[in-house]
């Protein structure tokens, strides 16, 4: 049952099966009455419109993950800097 949430979001192509799939696992984790559960079974019922628009284009946050963590690092090298404008000049040179 635990791994059976990653499976629909690895397998399901459309917004309207994952719906489905995402009810039916609500209905077994009720039936099954393990409370641990519960919590994310009403988190998806709570969120489940924002979750199922991930359905629409299947894209994931990477990029700009990988972009915060370029600007973290270029923070780092320049702690105690004091003009903010060479700051950012510098942070649109690197990142052009």
Known sequence: M???LS???NTT???????S??????DKVEQAGFKSF?????IIKI???????DF???SSSAATKSFNAKIR???SQFTGVGDINFFLFRSTKLFD
Not at 13 to 19: E, G, H, R, S, V
């Open 56 to 58: 629409d284009k299947r």
């Open 21 to 26: 799939r995402l009810a039916k696992r609500a």
């Open 7 to 9: 499976w629909i979001f």
């Open 73 to 75: 690092t270029f923070r």
């Open 13 to 19: 192509i459309d917004k309207i099966n994952a719906f």
């Open 47 to 53: 969120h489940h419109k924002k979750i199922l628009n």
């Open 2 to 4: 635990t791994q059976e």
């Open 38 to 42: 519960n919590t994310v079974s009403r």
